[in-house]
């Protein structure tokens, strides 16, 4: 069952990246989408998360058609976005809204790695930035999922200067004492883990994720030396 | 206005002659008193800070810190600090904080340093922590970027009521190699991300990002870093003035508001 023969067929099976074993894909998704070998958890969409996690019929989405505009008229940015959008069935990298967490009325963003890696521009912030507005307003508790390869490239300076506006929010929320989780995923790095990622009053992650404020290979290139096992891994 | 280019302006912001922060200090301000350590793993070179005087009154003052040469490079990290230097400046904002003096920081950094111990003592948290420290602090802070304004690491001290930005500095969500090699995969290709980027004081001003922009001497600061100084001065000079009128709630309400317009819809 090991050897990935190309007799397998496409779509059923899937490897894991941990520990390399071929699992089949409906035990996979019956067990949460967590490796049956050996514990390591796949990359989930926002939207497979978000029914994981929330009590079924309770989610409410918000802003679900907010769309990124090209403020630095980057080349092509918007026909990449409509791709992506056409791709993965979402307009933005994060889900946010409000829900039932086991009957505890809760409000979530969930962010997603399969639009632009999960990159913060002003939509994401922006949607977060509501998201968290929302909960202090309802005095409600908040859970944000992050996986994320930081500021988006494509918005530049507005990318950067979200990771003060949702922070801002964040402190709001601290300061009304409410209660606020973050979940961190595989991976949550740059401008998102030096900003909300790392201000929950608990901060869960998945097994084997790569937290980090630089990338393993950003940080060999800049040192020339190899990295440690296990470097910037969240048993670490 | 001018006729430089982002690309140009770079290489004036990086140029090695280019005034530091501790030259900005010693001709603005007067009996500075530099602190040093963050009370937990060590003194972060790459950061300054301390109390000083402006004119009569007293501030709190902190910036990165680069070398005017290799050897004080080194010494420096080229200005790029380590969670201890991030941390150590906010004890020195919380400080400021408690005796209701106004900080003035000088952003000048390439970035936060990529390293092996950077990581491993948080990174990522010492610069979230003062992200979200400094929205909410209860008295003023004004931050002038004077060279390189570059990532999170320049938002870990760049948070502020009045950002200002000397006219050939830049500010950035990562230096033009860094990006070119993110979106291009080469590095080589940094002049034409820098003009593409938007990271002059001119784009951020038009973007409202920046309160003002301050003017230099023909030719860049370093051909008078006296007169530059004098120019801050006067910005700093009227900016406190503004913000001391200001209630703690008036200074956290507008700061709130200052960074949740950026990108807003309706
Ligand atoms: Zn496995």
Known sequence: MINSTPDIPVGKWIKCDFCGEILYKDHIRQNLNVCTNCGNHFRLSARRRINQIVDENTFEEFDADMLSENSLDYPDYETKLEQLREKTGMNEAVKTGVGEIEGIRTVLAVMDGNFLMGSMGTVVGEKITRAIEYATENKLPLCIFTVSGGARMQEGILSLMQMAKTSAAIARHHEAGLLYITILTDPTTGGVSASFAMQGDIILSEPNCLVCFAGPRVIEQTIKQTLPEGFQRAEF | ?266
């Not at chain 2, 990002?209 to 001497?217: A, M, R, S």
Request: charge should be negative.
């Open chain 2, 1 to 266: 206005m001018s006729e430089l280019t982002a690309w140009d302006k770079v290489c004036l912001a990086r140029l090695s002659a280019r005034p530091t922060t501790l030259e900005y200090i010693e001709c603005i301000f007067s009996s500075f008193i530099e602190l040093h350590g963050d009370r937990a793993f060590g003194d972060d070179k790459a950061i300054v800070g301390g109390l000083a005087l402006l004119d009569d009154m007293p501030v709190t003052v902190i910036g990165n810190q680069k070398g005017r040469n290799t050897k004080e490079n080194i010494e420096r990290n080229f200005g790029m600090a380590n969670p201890e230097g991030y941390r150590k400046a906010l004890r020195l904002m919380k400080e400021a904080e408690k005796f209701h003096r106004p900080i003035i920081t000088f952003v000048d950094t390439p970035g936060a340093f990529c390293g092996i111990g950077a990581e491993e003592r948080g990174e990522a948290e010492s610069i979230a922590k003062n992200i979200m420290e400094m929205t909410n602090l209860k008295t003023p802070i004004i931050s002038i970027v004077i060279g390189e304004g570059s990532s999170g690491g320049a938002l870990g001290i760049g948070v502020g009521d009045r950002i200002y930005m000397l006219e050939n500095s830049i500010y950035s969500v990562l230096s033009p190699e860094g990006f070119a090699t993110i979106l291009w995969k080469d590095s080589a290709r940094a002049q034409e991300a820098a003009n593409m980027m938007k990271i002059t004081a001119e784009d951020l001003y038009k973007f409202e990002i920046i309160d003002g922009i301050i003017p230099e001497v023909n030719g860049g600061a370093h051909n008078s870093k006296e007169e530059t100084a004098q120019k801050i001065k006067e910005v700093l000079l009227k900016s406190i003035q503004e913000l001391n009128k200001k209630s703690v709630k008036e200074l956290q309400d507008e700061r709130y508001e200052k960074y949740r317009k950026i990108g807003r819809r309706m």
